[in-house]
């Protein structure tokens, strides 16, 4: 594989995978700081005028320790069961329907953690591994899509059978943007895209969360192989306009145009001098994932530091964790390990443990 991580050595290309792994906790670790973040501002009401006077950053987070919600439980699953894929199939192409079952494997682990069972008939491990750690048997507000679809799976390979457009497909994807560029070429945008779409399937089967899925897979891609995120976001958009494949993954071709719509919405508000309380309320409160992919976004177009993104990203009526936390990630996917929000990580509860969780799976699905 020839990447943007590449060097030169005996006049051999090889990817500096220690670079990709680094970046891969990063953009895990920011997730979960904005997880962390942003809970305590969900289902609270935002008035505009409150949106100029939000400190730069939030002077609580500095000395308490805040919990991390499902979003961040169901992202270290995500990466537990491509860690389990990932060490017998290092190879491209990728086995889509091996890797969907193992993710789903992981998260009927995950359904158990919160004192639930499925009608699910094939064996499901229910020890070692995360299951290990007792801070993931806490009960972090779970989403009731996740938890809906994961209790009536009745194969590991079935997709979601609901109309769900949710933001929580999404976060679950950071470790799959950095195996894709670790397994295959530079530019099967196709694949990626389609894994992505795939993995969100598991819990969420609405048109609008399976495109944002494939097109957020896509972007954090496109951001670990090295490009900023304007070039990124150029790249994902044009890849959506411009690729006829995707209408062959049985996507509706309307929740494709939805999504890109928002999108090239979300680049020009951030470019306009429209008062950002006022393009926020314009692209939504970011219960659905495209608006949550949406705010993410415009929040890292927008902010100039670390801590406005967070601002930015946490303070509206709607989805606020999971909203922050795909904004950490994008954050800490463009940033790597220096950025200033790193030492937050030392705020949240269960620091010890997920620390040590993501430095022991990272380097399982990134050989």
Request: hydrophobic fraction near 40%; aromatic fraction near 8%.
């Amino acid at each position: 594989m020839i990447g943007f991580f590449c060097q030169k050595l005996g006049g051999q290309e090889i990817m500096d995978k220690a670079q990709l792994r680094a970046k891969t906790k990063a953009s895990m670790f920011s997730a979960a700081i904005g997880d962390a973040f942003g809970s305590p501002y969900e289902f609270k009401t935002v008035s505009p005028t409150h949106n100029c006077v939000l400190p730069i950053i939030d002077s609580p987070f500095c000395t308490e320790h805040r919990n991390f919600t499902d979003d961040t439980q169901l992202l270290i699953f995500s990466a537990e069961g491509l860690a389990d894929y990932a060490t017998q199939n290092q190879t491209s192409p990728i086995k889509s329907d091996v890797l969907i079952e193992a993710v789903s494997h992981a998260f009927q682990r995950w359904l158990f953690t919160q004192d639930m069972s499925s009608i699910c008939q094939d064996p499901i491990r229910l020890n070692g591994g995360l299951l290990e750690y007792p801070f993931v048997y806490q009960t972090r507000s779970p989403g009731a899509t996740c938890i809906d679809a994961l209790k009536d799976m009745q194969r590991l390979s079935q997709p979601a059978c609901n109309f769900s457009a949710g933001a929580g497909a999404l976060l679950r994807l950071i470790p799959h943007a950095a195996f894709c560029l670790n397994t295959l070429s530079d530019d099967d945008y196709l694949t990626v895209f389609k894994l992505g779409s795939e993995i969100a399937g598991i819990t969420h089967g609405h048109g609008h969360a399976l495109v944002s899925a494939g097109i957020f897979n896509l972007l954090m891609f496109l951001l670990f192989k090295g490009l900023d995120l304007d070039s990124s976001l150029k790249v994902s958009l044009h890849f959506l306009l411009t690729n006829k494949n995707i209408h062959n993954l049985y996507i509706d071709k309307a929740h494709i145009t939805d999504v890109t719509i928002l999108l090239l919405n979300v680049v020009a508000l951030a470019k306009s001098n429209t008062p950002t309380n006022d393009a926020i309320a314009a692209i939504g409160e970011g219960w659905v994932s495209p608006q949550a992919l949406g705010l993410a976004i415009y929040a890292n177009l927008k902010a100039k530091t670390g801590h406005e993104m967070l601002r930015l990203s946490a303070w509206h009526n709607g989805d606020s964790d999971t909203v922050c936390a795909l904004a950490g990630g994008i954050y800490g996917a463009i940033h790597g390990t220096a950025h200033e929000l790193m030492p937050y990580i030392e705020n949240i509860s269960g620091k010890p443990e997920l620390n040590k969780i993501i430095n022991h799976l990272v380097p399982k699905f990134i050989q």
